[in-house]
């Protein structure tokens, strides 16, 4: 994606009908996972975490983790107080894991 999208991005997605059904549709998937694990505290992944709303909202499930190759990516999640973040390539992830979520480009395994 373009760095300018990123900023687009940014300052449309708490308000957008689209960014807020697909936060909706995520958070309440999340619900229903944890729901399945008997409320344990989730470990969540978000592949491609863009600017880092969703990832943000997800925080109050588990522990989150924010993955995105765009350093402006980083930046404007970091601007949000997202601490977890790793900057690195979706398909050569810089660790091994098992997580009970992981979201990547507004899908949700």
Known sequence: MMDEEYE???????????????RELILNIAEYIKCKYEDKYLD????GCGTG?????LEKFGN???LDSSKD???L???RGID??????????????HPDITKQHRIIF
């Open 77 to 79: 999640s970091k601007s």
């Open 8 to 22: 687009k991005m940014y300052h449309f997605e708490k308000g957008d009908w689209w960014f807020l059904g697909l």
């Open 44 to 47: 969540i992944i978000d592949i």
């Open 73 to 75: 990516a980083i930046r």
């Open 64 to 66: 989150v983790i924010g």
């Open 53 to 57: 709303l969703n990832l943000k909202s």
């Open 84 to 97: 977890s973040l790793i900057s690195a390539d979706a398909e050569m992830l810089p660790f091994v894991t």
